[in-house]
């Protein structure tokens, strides 16, 4: 009854994760050299009902291969625990319910994802998010014989050092790295005090906006094409041109590097070609 317990639990914080992993994509941007990978989702798009339409590109190089890696490997390896998890809790399950709720985890996410506007329906996802699930159904099946591999006495204790080792380390490591006197008294305001300061001028001096908030902020997202909200409160849509010149703190970025959320000063009305596209966007701290 505990271990059900305490799977049950692991499987529904890891559900609440995978959630606002995949559904949500609460990731920040990642940065390889000078490739920078955004996962915000694409709000206004045509879904795609035709099987390996996304992912044979992927897998021919379309986008380069980190991309490719990264959309095919993350989508097969985030539903892995999902599918080892849930036959300790179902007792009857078998491969062909297994496919089933492999299929169903899928259509949850991509459901999710269309209902609440934050991404586009890809089958091509359910795909790969049922062929996570089957890999952790196989992980369930092959794990008893695994594991009376580690109850041998000897791989047993060997396991058991290295485990405990590892925790001191880290205990070790967040103590010394969070310890340590802490001065009181005026002069430590007073040097608090500066230190705020010269903080907060720092970041007004890196604002492109000037403390000013932009005029308005990323409310929606979709190819050469973003919704502001702008501080009276009307909603504009700005139409991004390859005229269009978008810069944050660190200098020039893309069209890619605009997230959900983003509070941005936009120059509208300079491009004659589109009265309605953006000659600059600057995006504020």
Not at 74 to 89: M, S, T
Not at 109 to 114: P, S
Request: net charge positive; charged share 15%; hydrophobic share 50%.
């Amino acid at each position: 009854m505990k271990r059900r317990l305490l799977f049950l639990m692991l499987l529904v914080a890891y559900s609440l994760l995978l959630v606002n992993v995949m559904v949500f994509k609460n990731l920040p941007t990642i940065r390889i050299g000078y490739l920078m990978l955004n996962f915000s989702g694409t709000h206004e798009a045509p879904p795609n009902f035709i099987p390996f339409k996304t992912i044979l590109p992927y897998l021919f190089g379309y986008k380069g291969l980190i991309i490719a890696g990264i959309n095919i490997i993350g989508n097969i390896i985030l539903l892995v625990p999902i599918g080892f998890l849930i036959p300790y809790l179902l007792k009857e399950m078998n491969w062909k319910k297994a496919i089933l709720f492999a299929v169903l985890s899928g259509l949850v996410i991509e459901g999710l994802q269309t209902i609440l506007h934050v991404g586009i329906f890809d089958i091509d996802d359910v795909i790969l998010n049922g062929l996570g699930f089957m890999i952790g159904y196989w992980k369930f099946l092959v794990f008893p014989r695994c594991w009376n591999l580690l109850r041998t006495r000897k791989i047993f204790l060997a396991s058991l050092i290295i485990i405990a080792a590892l925790v001191a380390y880290y205990i070790f490591n967040f103590f010394q790295n969070n310890s340590g006197p802490m001065p009181r008294g005026p002069s430590f305001r007073n040097e608090r005090v500066n230190h705020i300061k010269n903080n907060n001028a720092v970041a007004r001096e890196n604002d492109l906006c000037g403390g000013t908030g932009g005029t308005g902020q990323i409310i929606g997202k979709s190819d050469h094409t973003i919704t502001i909200k702008r501080n009276d409160g009307i909603e504009e849509i700005i139409h991004l041109s390859d005229k269009t010149s978008i810069k944050n703190s660190s200098g020039n970025i893309t069209e890619v590097d605009l997230r959900m959320g983003d509070r941005v000063t936009v120059v509208v009305g300079l491009i004659s070609e589109d009265p309605l596209a953006a000659s600059l966007v600057l995006v504020c701290n």
